[in-house]
């Protein structure tokens, strides 16, 4: 069984039950969280949803977005974390002394999937994590299976866009044959693809102007370190005058990894009081390498960073520090563990062996980069 008796007992017995995403929402956290927001609720519960950060634009097409919400109300009897198992992704949650005092006095469940890392919640939590779903949403479904807990049409659609996101439209290594098979189940319930998917699709438009000027972007992007590095600059006027309809570096970052040769992307930009962010999407799982030597963090395949240098000048150290970590790849001296799946949003177990790091300075804990 997935869930034992004593879990099943807390959640029959739960009056009011808070849904705690962490602070890395995806498709997956915020699927799950809306799906356990419709299966506990026709159970006659009250649900909440907790999300520390804001819900990133990406995801408002996924209805009841704006549900998750940075307040932690204290009333309720029952925590259940959805896609996250480690203390590192709830450390805003953790840094609100009467939502710690929360979690170490109520009952927690965490639901996850495919951890590679130990478990280390600094609190006491019953640990439901499966080792074979592609994503937090394929667990619930199978949870649901085993204690005949009801999937309405929007719980079902719920759990359809929170394995879509993390399969990667089930394409990805982690997808099983069982996800296929979970996913026709929740068309059966009610999730309509085609419906899901024109409404990610009329989130994503863009004005005319900003096609444009992603054509602009694409002209300028610079190749360095024999074709291996894909640099585009964004400058504080372009931020102005696009970012309020779409973040500059991402018209053109994911695209960029898909040039031969090219084995790391980073979009750079700039602003007036000398600060500079840079966005990473690598091809080698290097990306939190390079963001931590400028104190930035991230994962193997997309990271980010943020430093006070001027522009030309941190160029120069960083196609000098690209060299290195291009040669001490090519020497077979990374280490890494393949993650589950590449965006932002990815909460994968990862590791980097850091003896072989050599000389590059670790600064961990630092920004993430740019949204
Ligand atoms: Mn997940």
């Known amino acids: 069984m997935l869930l034992n008796d004593d879990q099943q007992a807390l959640i029959a017995g739960a009056r009011k039950i808070l849904v705690i995403q962490a602070e890395n929402p995806d498709g997956d956290s915020l699927g799950s969280a809306l799906a356990l927001e419709e299966i506990f609720g026709a159970m006659g519960k009250t649900v909440v949803l907790h999300c520390p950060v804001q819900i990133p634009t990406y995801l408002r097409h996924i209805e009841g977005w704006d549900r998750a919400s940075y307040d932690f109300p204290t009333d309720a009897d029952l925590g259940v974390i959805v896609d996250t198992s480690s203390k590192i992704l709830l450390s805003k949650t953790l840094a609100d002394p009467v939502a710690k005092n929360w979690l170490e006095h109520r009952p927690i469940l965490v639901f996850d999937h495919h951890v590679t890392v130990t478990p280390d919640l600094p609190f006491e939590a019953q640990y439901i994590i499966s080792e074979t779903a592609v994503a937090t949403g394929e667990l619930i479904f199978d949870m649901c299976q085993e204690t005949a807990w009801a999937i309405n049409a929007a719980a079902a659609t719920n759990l359809f866009i929170s394995i879509m996101a993390d399969s990667l439209g089930l394409t990805t290594t982690a997808t099983t044959a069982d996800s296929f098979f979970t996913c026709g189940e929740l068309?059966?319930?009610?999730?309509?693809?085609?419906?899901?998917?024109?409404?990610?699709?009329?989130?994503?438009?863009?004005?005319?102007?900003?096609?444009?000027?992603?054509?602009?972007?694409?002209?300028?992007?610079?190749?360095?370190?024999?074709?291996?590095?894909?640099?585009v600059f964004v400058s504080f006027e372009?931020?102005?005058?696009?970012?309020?309809?779409?973040?500059?570096?991402?018209?053109?970052?994911?695209?960029?990894?898909?040039?031969?040769?090219?084995?790391?992307?980073?979009?750079?930009?700039?602003?007036?009081?000398?600060?500079?962010?840079?966005?990473?999407?690598?091809?080698?799982?290097?990306?939190?390498?390079?963001?931590?030597?400028?104190?930035?963090?991230?994962?193997?395949?997309?990271?980010?960073?943020?430093?006070?240098?001027?522009?030309?000048?941190?160029?120069?150290?960083?196609?000098?520090?690209?060299?290195?970590?291009?040669?001490?790849?090519?020497?077979?001296?990374?280490?890494?563990?393949?993650?589950?799946?590449?965006?932002?949003?990815?909460?994968?177990?990862?590791t980097i062996d850091n003896e072989h790091l050599g000389?590059?300075?670790?600064?961990?804990?630092?920004?993430?980069g740019d949204h």
Do not use: C
């Not at 085609?194 to 300028?220: A, F, V």
């Not at 430093?307 to 077979?332: C, H, P, R, S």
């Not at 000389?359 to 993430?368: L, P, T």
């Open 187 to 231: 068309v059966k319930l009610g999730a309509n693809p085609s419906d899901i998917d024109e409404k990610r699709r009329e989130l994503m438009k863009k004005k005319p102007e900003i096609l444009k000027y992603k054509g602009q972007l694409i002209e300028r992007i610079e190749y360095y370190n024999s074709g291996r590095t894909a640099l």
């Open 238 to 350: 372009e931020i102005q005058k696009y970012s309020n309809d779409y973040n500059p570096t991402m018209l053109v970052l994911d695209e960029m990894r898909l040039v031969y040769g090219v084995d790391v992307a980073i979009g750079v930009k700039t602003y007036p009081d000398g600060k500079l962010t840079g966005k990473l999407r690598t091809n080698i799982p290097v990306a939190d390498q390079i963001s931590g030597y400028f104190g930035g963090g991230g994962h193997l395949f997309a990271a980010g960073f943020r430093v006070y240098e001027q522009y030309d000048k941190w160029l120069t150290e960083f196609i000098g520090m690209m060299e290195k970590i291009y040669a001490e790849y090519d020497n077979g001296e990374v280490v890494a563990i393949q993650p589950q799946h590449l965006d932002d949003g990815d909460n994968a177990a990862i």
């Open 359 to 368: 000389n590059f300075r670790i600064r961990k804990g630092g920004e993430s």
